[in-house]
């Protein structure tokens, strides 16, 4: 393999990063309180919520990961992306107006509203571990492109560990100083890159095949890669039309609906009309990436003759070191790099977010709009980013794509999130212990599905076992954790008196 990394490459490259660190701590001045840290005053103009929204979803695993998938397989994918936006719209119109009903900063004061504290630590405290360990895969897939560059001039041992701490070095500092307001505006920035780069790489793949994109689709259409609905009924696939329609709409309706993550931007648009509007339209527009980059996959696939890879999340990064022109391919890694920079300011900025308002203020009585709270704020911050580059530094990946171990991750808490939110608003003789059971039930039992097949080679003897739960598909991971937890919550619920005859007999509805 060629490195083709030249001295405008860095350049390009260096800019980029230092341009947008510095951009990030201007956007971060005249800040007063911990609420403009987080939500920025709620001043942020829908489009660029929308955008925030995007590039959030997007990570690394967008641009490295997905090309992947349609060059060893097809468009399948595309119909978890029809399943999130349906997912959107029953949280635009359900979830989200009971969001702007006060002045919330995070998602589970939601909670505390309806069950009590308890419930709002609990629920965050899930968010948070979840967050921690999905994103930490996110920042490692960074090390891969980064690798590619730097992997002739530092050993081996050292390229991913540098390359991690290189991009936690200049997020952290402008996620430090900005808050909420230098993560949005980056992250529009960081699409416009990175829709720039997606783009070029299918001009010049084009450009590099025989009968140019004509030839390419004719050749995968031969070759059925550019199916895109897959009608099988069983649940051990994950790119079926089911799955992404009743997995993809659970998905997203949890990640959209109960993750602090994309709820904390959605809460720093100016009213629910326009939170709205970035929620929706941001479905639309994540499924035409999503279709761009399986595209580049299938070009890619055209432009390698097929030649099989080890890894799949290494031919996009590849093409770029070695066929992009000199200047581009620097455009090209900025991109990944900045999808990847605005997951992690995205996930700290959120993660400390939920430590000061769901954790921190209830132990120490202290008002929200306390200005001294903005220094623990950033305390928090720092906190967060090492303890996210930490998980980055010692994840081991074996050569499953990066995107499935993500989505993994976040898909066996996730139903147990969004069923306390349905007990909430669908069940009203429900209360806190009725959440918190339905909660640790739902995403005790997805915890052992999940790693079900893991505890097989662990455990030989239990293998016929955990044979059944070993091949379930990700997509139906929050469905099933969902309706565990509202199952036993209901079920719950009818073991005690309705709440309004435990508040007179008792004083408490929890």
Same mark, same amino acid.
């Given at each position: 393999?060629?490195?083709?990394?030249?001295?405008?490459?860095?350049?390009?490259?260096?800019?980029?990063?230092?341009?947008?660190?510095?951009?990030?701590?201007?956007?971060?001045?005249?800040?007063?309180?911990?609420?403009?840290?987080?939500?920025?005053?709620?001043?942020?103009?829908?489009?660029?919520?929308?955008?925030?929204?995007?590039?959030?979803?997007?990570?690394?695993?967008?641009?490295?990961?997905?090309?992947?998938?349609?060059?060893?397989?097809?468009?399948?994918?595309?119909? /978890?992306?029809? &399943?999130? %936006?349906? #997912?959107? *719209? =029953?949280? +635009?119109?359900?979830?989200? !107006?009971?969001?702007?009903?006060?002045?919330?900063?995070?998602?589970?004061?939601?909670?505390?509203?309806?069950?009590?504290?308890?419930?709002?630590?609990?629920?965050?405290?899930?968010?948070?571990?979840?967050?921690?360990?999905?994103?930490?895969?996110?920042?490692?897939?960074?090390? /891969?492109?980064? &690798?590619? %560059?730097? #992997?002739? *001039? =530092?050993? +081996?041992?050292?390229?991913? !560990?540098?390359?991690?701490?290189?991009?936690?070095?200049?997020?952290?500092?402008?996620?430090?100083?900005?808050?909420?307001?230098?993560?949005?505006?980056?992250?529009?920035?960081?699409?416009?890159?990175?829709?720039?780069?997606?783009?070029?790489?299918?001009?010049?793949?084009?450009?590099?095949?025989? &009968?140019?994109?004509?030839?390419?689709?004719?050749? +995968?259409?031969?070759?059925?890669?550019?199916?895109?609905?897959?009608?099988?009924?069983?649940?051990?696939?994950?790119?079926?039309?089911?799955?992404?329609?009743?997995?993809?709409?659970?998905?997203?309706?949890?990640?959209?609906?109960?993750?602090?993550?994309?709820?904390?931007?959605?809460?720093?648009?100016?009213?629910?009309?326009?939170?709205?509007?970035?929620?929706?339209?941001?479905?639309?527009?994540?499924?035409?990436?999503?279709?761009?980059?399986?595209?580049?996959?299938?070009?890619?696939?055209?432009?390698?003759?097929?030649?099989?890879?080890?890894?799949?999340?290494?031919?996009?990064?590849?093409?770029?070191?070695?066929?992009?022109?000199?200047?581009?391919?620097?455009?090209?890694?900025?991109?990944?790099?900045?999808?990847?920079?605005?997951?992690?300011?995205?996930?700290?900025?959120?993660?400390?977010?939920?430590?000061?308002?769901?954790?921190?203020?209830?132990?120490?009585?202290?008002?929200?709009?306390?200005?001294?709270?903005?220094?623990?704020?950033?305390?928090?911050?720092?906190?967060?980013?090492?303890?996210?580059?930490?998980?980055?530094?010692?994840?081991?990946?074996?050569?499953?794509?990066?995107?499935?171990?993500?989505?993994?991750?976040?898909?066996?808490?996730?139903?147990?999130?969004?069923?306390?939110?349905?007990?909430?608003?669908?069940?009203?003789?429900?209360?806190?212990?009725?959440?918190?059971?339905?909660?640790?039930?739902?995403?005790?039992?997805?915890?052992?599905?999940?790693?079900?097949?893991?505890?097989?080679?662990?455990?030989?003897?239990?293998?016929?076992?955990?044979?059944?739960?070993?091949?379930?598909?990700?997509?139906?991971?929050?469905?099933?954790?969902?309706?565990?937890?509202?199952?036993?919550?209901?079920?719950?619920?009818?073991?005690?008196?309705?709440?309004?005859?435990?508040?007179?007999?008792?004083?408490?509805?929890?």
């Amino acid at each position: 393999m060629t490195n083709s990394f030249t001295a405008l490459d860095w350049g390009v490259l260096l800019f980029y990063l230092v341009g947008t660190t510095l951009l990030g701590v201007w956007l971060g001045r005249g800040q007063k309180d911990a609420r403009d840290y987080f939500v920025a005053g709620q001043a942020i103009p829908w489009w660029a919520i929308l955008f925030s929204v995007v590039a959030t979803e997007t990570s690394a695993l967008t641009f490295i990961s997905i090309p992947g998938l349609a060059y060893v397989g097809n468009l399948s994918f595309l119909q /978890i992306a029809a &399943g999130y %936006i349906v #997912g959107r *719209i =029953v949280i +635009a119109y359900t979830l989200l !107006p009971r969001y702007y009903e006060g002045e919330l900063v995070t998602a589970y004061a939601l909670l505390e509203r309806r069950f009590g504290l308890a419930t709002r630590r609990f629920a965050s405290v899930v968010f948070m571990v979840t967050r921690a360990f999905g994103d930490s895969v996110r920042v490692f897939a960074t090390a /891969i492109p980064v &690798g590619l %560059i730097i #992997g002739p *001039i =530092v050993p +081996a041992e050292y390229v991913a !560990p540098l390359s991690i701490l290189i991009l936690g070095a200049f997020t952290v500092l402008y996620t430090y100083h900005g808050g909420m307001r230098a993560v949005v505006w980056t992250d529009v920035l960081q699409t416009g890159v990175y829709l720039v780069g997606g783009l070029a790489a299918m001009w010049i793949i084009g450009a590099g095949v025989t &009968g140019g994109w004509g030839a390419i689709l004719e050749g +995968a259409s031969a070759r059925g890669q550019l199916q895109v609905l897959d009608l099988y009924t069983g649940i051990d696939r994950p790119h079926t039309l089911w799955a992404g329609l009743i997995g993809g709409t659970f998905l997203s309706m949890a990640s959209h609906g109960a993750d602090q993550l994309i709820v904390q931007r959605l809460l720093a648009s100016g009213n629910l009309r326009e939170a709205r509007l970035s929620l929706i339209g941001s479905g639309f527009v994540v499924m035409a990436q999503f279709a761009m980059f399986l595209l580049i996959g299938v070009g890619l696939f055209a432009f390698y003759n097929g030649t099989a890879f080890p890894r799949p999340d290494a031919i996009f990064p590849r093409f770029i070191v070695e066929v992009m022109p000199p200047g581009l391919t620097g455009l090209v890694i900025a991109a990944i790099l900045a999808a990847a920079m605005s997951t992690v300011s995205g996930s700290v900025n959120s993660l400390a977010a939920a430590t000061l308002h769901d954790i921190y203020l209830p132990f120490s009585k202290r008002r929200a709009d306390d200005p001294g709270l903005l220094r623990v704020s950033k305390v928090f911050t720092l906190v967060w980013s090492a303890i996210l580059i930490g998980g980055a530094l010692l994840y081991k990946n074996e050569g499953t794509p990066v995107v499935t171990i993500a989505l993994s991750v976040a898909s066996f808490t996730y139903g147990g999130l969004l069923g306390a939110f349905f007990l909430a608003m669908l069940v009203p003789r429900a209360i806190q212990r009725d959440a918190i059971l339905g909660m640790a039930i739902g995403i005790g039992t997805m915890s052992f599905i999940v790693f079900a097949k893991a505890l097989s080679g662990w455990f030989p003897a239990l293998a016929p076992t955990l044979a059944p739960f070993a091949v379930i598909a990700w997509p139906w991971f929050v469905l099933i954790g969902t309706t565990l937890t509202f199952v036993t919550g209901i079920l719950s619920s009818f073991t005690h008196a309705p709440p309004a005859a435990l508040r007179s007999s008792q004083g408490n509805p929890s």
